[in-house]
């Protein structure tokens, strides 16, 4: 199978109109993007392109976060059209040499920025919490009049949304500009973003991957061109990109968020086997929890009811941990695949500095159940066995990508009947429950651990989602963060010393790590709680962020 098939017609047509849509004025001449060889790190290309002022490069610089842009506006200090102007700018850029937008529709972005700009200017009223902040959302998901698509290129004409989705909708109405829609993977099932659209290409690194399968809201964010996209995560999607790009997410427990994404989309509409949950890809923490508590305050509840009413909590939490310090568990591994030697590094650094605070309680975690949470996931992602990806595939002629065929061919996928779907459904929730009284056991606050078996990997060879779908069919909360750490060639070092593979895809990760392609790879690790303790998560984070970023 090749790694880059050949598309079908409807499919490049589709790209030449994206293509087309990028203005005149802010398209890279060749010569530039030749300067960019495979490998390059781009993340200073926008300031090099001449494209750009220095008032917009400062304005759309990935350390301006979001909650900075939305005061800088508030006080006058810019206007919407003037924010709206310098990411569109950015964005295009990054486009261009990461593949990371799927439709572009800036002037639309720049009516509505003016009309919000009027509107402060006649009334000295914002139109809400978001007003002027520019949002981007994944290719799926729900913008009136927009085109959907999961990745296949049959859905072009299937899927035209005739309003905004449900969470789009409360972020439109809290006073954000939407401007571009983002890419993602055949059948949003991969932990890269790989599809007709085109290949998203890791800003730092493009020898790597940007993850999945919200990468490119992640590449989107990372090089600056949207202070926060909107994407979604049923076994890593949001934590993958964060992970790869060196940014924020959160993935929420099930049902905290209403949805997102248009009907159909999914992989396998309908089913709830594994329920997949919106969240926030940012550039801080900060804006992670103003996300949540602009979207929780509207109540979504009260509209949606398949909602859990909690509404965003900023109470203080009171630790169990000795003194009333943070009990901290720390998961070395999951017990099915080792993490390759920046992962081990970045958290043994991050141990050993929480540590010397003196404000946590650290503990060993002891993966037990993590193997089986994983296959569980495993067997009930595609519960007709991939008939659905198949089927849509087939449609226009469209061959399906390496990394999808592989993820619907492991072991567990199968065509259940009803009746065995739900025996096991009943399986899962009795691991489900195994797992609970596991966790409440180790009697810890929040658990760190590995995002994902390495930093990012090179393009279409990410092959194991444990330690992020492990957590997708237990249905606990899990933010990622960046270290400050990067991969390093130099204290990264292939493992020298033989051992015995714990699993097949042990064995896989071990023996495709290459030190010299992991190079500058952001460093992010995971921070987990129990179901509904979205806000522990958030705050033990805030109390990890006083020492980061780390330091070689």
């Known amino acids: 199978m090749s790694l880059y098939p050949s598309w079908p017609l409807v499919a490049r047509d589709a790209v030449v109109e994206r293509e087309s849509r990028i203005p005149a004025n802010l398209r890279l001449h060749p010569e530039f993007i030749a300067r960019y060889p495979a490998g390059s790190d781009v993340l200073g290309a926008a300031a090099s ?65 003016k009309e919000l700009d009027d509107h402060y200017e006649k009334t000295g009223e914002l139109v809400g919490p978001l007003h ?96 926060l996209s909107i994407g979604s995560d049923i076994g890593g999607s949001l934590r993958s990109p964060a992970s790869c790009c060196g940014i924020y997410t959160l993935k929420p427990t099930t049902r905290r968020l209403p949805s997102n994404g248009l009907r159909g989309c999914s992989a396998v509409p309908g089913s709830e086997a594994i329920i997949s949950t919106c969240g926030p890809l940012a550039r801080s923490s900060r804006d992670i929890s103003l996300f949540f508590d602009v979207v929780l305050q509207a109540q979504p509840w009260l509209q949606h009811m398949g909602l859990v009413p909690l509404p965003w909590k900023s109470e ?75 089927a849509r595939s087939d449609a226009k002629g469209e061959p399906l990508c390496h990394l999808t065929e592989w993820v619907v061919t492991l072991p567990g996928v199968k065509d259940y009947t009803s009746h065995q779907l739900w025996e096991i459904l009943l399986e899962r929730d009795a691991l489900r429950a195994k797992y609970y009284s596991h ?34 069919c237990a249905d606990f909360p899990a933010a990622v963060f960046p270290t400050g750490l990067r991969a390093n060639t130099t204290l990264d070092p292939k493992d020298t010393e033989p051992r015995e593979a714990w699993s097949e895809a042990d064995a896989y990760s071990a023996a495709s790590y290459d030190p010299l392609l992991s190079n500058n790879a952001p460093l992010s690790l995971q921070l987990v709680s129990r179901r509904h303790a979205d806000e522990v998560v958030m705050q033990a984070l805030k109390e990890i962020e006083k020492v980061l970023p780390l330091r070689d």
């Open 132 to 227: 002027g902040l520019p949002i981007s959302v994944k290719d799926h998901m729900g913008l009136e009049g927009k085109n959907a698509t999961g990745g296949f290129s049959d859905d072009l004409d299937s899927f035209i949304s005739t309003e905004h989705a449900p969470l789009n909708q409360i972020l439109w109405d809290a006073g954000c500009v939407f401007f571009c829609k983002t890419n993602l993977p055949q059948a949003m099932m991969h932990l890269e973003t790989y599809s007709f659209w085109g290949q998203t290409l890791n800003p730092y690194n493009t020898h790597l991957t940007s993850g999945g399968s919200s990468g490119g809201c992640g590449a989107l964010v990372a090089f600056g061109g949207s202070p």
């Open 49 to 113: 392109s001449g494209l750009m002022s220095d008032k917009e490069l400062q304005l759309t610089d990935p350390s301006n976060d979001a909650t900075a842009i939305l005061l800088a506006i508030k006080d006058k200090n810019v206007t919407a059209v003037d924010v709206l102007t310098a990411f569109m700018k950015r964005a295009a850029i990054a486009h261009q040499l990461v593949c990371c937008l799927t439709q572009v529709f800036f002037e639309e972005g720049l009516v509505r920025a």
């Open 316 to 390: 203080s939490i009171t630790w169990s941990g000795s003194g009333g310090k943070i009990r901290l568990g720390v998961m070395w591994d999951d017990g099915n695949v080792l993490p390759q030697p920046p992962v081990r590094r970045a958290l043994k650094a991050m141990v050993e500095t929480l540590r010397k605070t003196g404000n946590f309680d650290i503990i060993d975690y002891n993966p037990k159940y993590h193997k089986e949470l994983v296959l569980m996931a495993q067997s009930l992602y595609f519960g007709d066995g991939g008939a659905s990806v198949r």
């Open 439 to 472: 966790w409440n056991s180790q009697n810890i606050d929040v658990l760190l651990c590995p995002v994902q078996y390495g930093a990012a990997q090179p393009l279409q060879t990410t092959k194991y989602w444990g330690y992020t779908s492990a957590f997708n």
